[in-house]
């Protein structure tokens, strides 16, 4: 290489430092400052000076009643709700047993002395066994509206027992438990779990408490899963089952969303594959995920009417002035969502999160998916028709579709072992989470397996997949005319 080369080289390369250090000075000092992005470094540094585990169990939430999923409630401590502890091994679907479990449960109402006055109610994904007040817990439950004299699930006349599921942080066994074989926590190492394994534990609770049959069966959501679930393990042991904006197979865009929520979250740094319960929680991507998770619990209609396109007061800024748009939160909507992600990021354990959300993708009542996991023989099932002069749940103004779902047939295989179980369908037109017409399929299903006592009702309004939260008149008069 000539020497005037060589020169010229270095000249290009000395020149280029020089204007990377001048870029990269100018770059930092003309930063442009984004207050919603901040905040997590600030969450992050809040945090530091404390511990996390001390962060949830004391926190108050809030929020309006209106605002999520589940109403908010104070997080319930060990001493507000029972916990069973059974030592022996619990069956799981997927994986090696459960070598032993716990249970946290609480309940209302008065156990009759032939015990046949039970009803088991079943939460949604991050719900606790706190459904409503209790003299231990004066705070309002998540379906606080719902149970007591007189209401949808009277304490008067049943005796109600609601759990936190398996694979949940709310005093039942999941990933933030201690693992007894390590003395840890089990983190990652947390068996996969399935809908079925979560009622398999409750049954054990039952069992417990000498309760031999269910009145009935109550869910919403994943509960409406669960409830599906009870009387398909234990058809025997379950009187009346309702299910309230469930379904019967998850569909496609309901595990899309799930997994865009998990995705997020487990892209958080903090996550650390799991095992971040000796440090900081993946509070940004838990944020995130529920940010993902509020859009679909309600409606398009619901936001127009709530938010519309109104946009966030700006105090420092003089009304005459014209508006400058920013990239963090600038419509109402947008305020909305940061808000809940904020309320949500540190309430609830990130890994009951993912997996939970994975059970929920995983239930499948279909005779092939049964068969395929060992929950059903192939021999067990009778052939049913696919003819279209079955009973369907359609009406004139929801005629049956020209082309029903493939699956459809299959699915009523399925549910042969329900055949015999009064049961209750409720769907919401506007839910985009557990679509209507997934409640019509189940009711179609259920009907075509032989079930003469389906009652199916769909729910107007803009509320979507809360409505089950929210519409105490037609909801909670629903399901008390068909209980009583």
Known sequence: MSLLKFSRENLIRSSFRRFARSYSRSAITKRPHFPCVEAHAVRESQLRQTTFSSIPSSAQDTDDLESGPEPPYARPNPKSYHVYHDPAPLELTYASPLLSFDVAYETWGTLSSSKDNVILLHTGLSASSHAASTALNSAPGWWEKFIGPGKALDTNQYFIVCTNVIG?????????????TTGTHYATNFPIISIFDMVRAQFRLLDHLGIDKLYASVGCSMGGMQSLAAGWLHPERVGKIVSISGTARSSPSAVAMRYAQRSVLMADPNWNYGFYYNGLPPHTGMKLARQIATITYRSGPEWDLRFGRQMRPILEQSPDMPRTPALCPDFLIETYLDHQGEQFCLKYDANSLIYISKAMDLFDLTASSLTAN???SSSSTLSIS???????????????????APHLTDLAEGMQPLAKIPTLVLGVQSDILFTVEQQREMADALRMAGNEQVSYYELGGVWGHDTFLLDVLNVGGAIRGFLS
């Open 168 to 180: 949940g942080c709310y005093g039942s066994t999941g990933p933030s438990s201690i693992d007894p």
């Open 374 to 376: 060992h929950l059903l």
């Open 386 to 404: 696919a003819s279209p002069s079955h009973k369907t749940s359609h009406s004139k103004s929801h005629p049956p579709p020209v082309n029903p």
